[in-house]
């Protein structure tokens, strides 16, 4: 039996990956958070490890607050650095294989064409420096996966779709930025990805490259457009004003630009990639069979 460990199971990843699964009856999935394991702790990660085998490690947990990271630095650090590092010393002294999640933060938002696995990385707040951190202490381990994802939604938690369903409720017109492009992720395809990469490896331990990988949907639009879309299928009749990120200021500058190249994770897995739009139709769907 395999047996596999997913912190931060109550995020939207977390909450995925426990829906997908049920698909894979062959394997063991042990979800956790801070409540069931605090992974900053090296004491309880011990004793844990000692108490269970575990042969791969899925960390989505994460400090994603990325505004108040700025004026919580040592928080950011203690859990997208430091728990990264706790994991990664588990996984060896007990011969697991860690994937890990990243952000498209680790880069700077200038580029525009997407950005590679071997792009340079240049982040511009704490939050995306505390990341490319993480991901720094995740390669010192040679069986580690990192996966890179950008514009992340569900229909669990708190995320961009869900904020624009409710201000549809209330709202008659809303602002949103059309200067910003990127290319939103259904979190229900990466745990899909997650687990089929788990399976590959299963199937052989060849299979698991390590490596940073990066993983979004198929396709490319502003926060603008996908807000547009969202209310298309919708049938609503909101007014939406496409305005600059100068006219919406926040703390943390956002990337103008974090389209992220899947060519890598497509040749490994050998897998198609949803179109951004698709995934969003099944997402609301599923909200909509969610309220009922």
């Known amino acids: 039996m395999i047996n596999i460990l997913i912190t931060g199971s109550e995020g939207q990843l977390g909450r995925e990956l426990k829906v997908v699964s049920v698909k894979y009856s062959d394997f063991t999935s042990i979800f956790t958070d801070i409540d069931t394991l605090d992974i900053t702790d090296n004491t309880a990660l011990k004793t844990f490890f000692n108490n269970h085998t575990i042969n791969y490690i899925v960390n989505c947990a994460a400090y994603t607050a990325v505004d108040k990271a700025e004026a919580d630095k040592q928080n950011a650090d203690k859990i997208n650095v430091g728990a990264v590092a706790n994991l990664v010393k588990m996984a060896n002294n007990f011969q697991a294989k860690l994937i890990h ?21 240049n982040p511009q707040s704490v939050y995306g420096t505390s990341k490319l951190n993480g991901e720094i202490e995740a390669q010192r381990y040679i069986n580690t996966i990192i996966i890179r994802t950008s514009w992340l939604y569900s229909s669990f938690g708190n995320n961009f779709v869900k904020t624009m369903l409710r201000l549809a409720k209330d709202k008659k017109e809303i602002n949103v930025v059309f ?17 089929e990469i788990i399976n590959q490896s299963n199937l052989s331990s060849k299979n698991f490259k390590p490596g940073i990988y990066h993983y979004s949907n198929e396709g490319v639009c502003s926060w603008y457009d996908f807000a547009f879309e969202i209310f298309k299928i919708l049938k609503s009749d909101i007014k939406i004003n496409p305005i600059g990120s100068s006219e919406f200021p926040t703390s943390v500058k956002r990337p103008n630009y974090s389209v992220l190249d899947k060519t890598k994770i497509k040749s490994y897995l050998n897998i198609p990639i949803p179109y951004w739009k698709e995934s969003l139709e099944k997402c609301i769907e599923q909200l909509k069979m969610n309220s009922e």
Do not use: C, M, R, W
């Open 101 to 121: 999640i990243s952000t498209d933060y680790v880069f700077d938002g200038k580029a525009n064409i997407p950005y590679k696995e071997t792009s340079n990385v």
């Open 179 to 195: 200067d910003q492009v990127g290319t939103p992720t259904y979190a229900a395809d990466l745990a899909d990805v997650i687990y």
